[in-house]
């Protein structure tokens, strides 16, 4: 099997004919980039809009129903409430179940 991940490109042309290129890779914009190690990435921050918000609240609920614990300061960063070994380190490959 090949696994394919198509990005679409979306083109938008301002009002001074110059044009800005999208790329839709399919993610949902939560208001900051993933890593982004700033006060706007807190999940309950007030630099990012209500929509934004709407969306980090939404993930949040999604993934405290499913056992996961959110770290205050990153929207993206959760953990295992019940993680089944807490003080183990796992030191391992990981191969893709996909062949090209």
């Known amino acids: 099997k090949r696994v394919s991940n198509s990005v679409v490109p979306i083109k938008r042309i301002l009002n001074d004919n110059s044009t800005i290129l999208f790329l839709d890779d399919g993610s949902v ?11 706007a990435s ?15 609240m939404m993930f949040k609920s ?25 003080n183990t380190y796992f030191d391992f490959d990981v191969k893709s179940s996909y062949s090209s």
């Not at 914009?29 to 006060?39: A, I, P, V, Y």
């Not at 809009?49 to 969306?55: A, G, P, S, T």
């Not at 960063?77 to 089944?84: S, V």
């Open 62 to 86: 999604f993934m405290e129903q499913a056992g996961f614990v959110n770290y205050a300061k990153e929207w993206w960063h959760y953990t295992l409430k019940n993680e089944p070994f807490p």
């Open 29 to 39: 914009d939560m208001g900051s980039s993933f890593d982004l190690l700033d006060e």
């Open 42 to 56: 807190h999940t309950e921050s007030k630099l990012v809009d209500d929509n934004h918000q709407k969306m980090r």
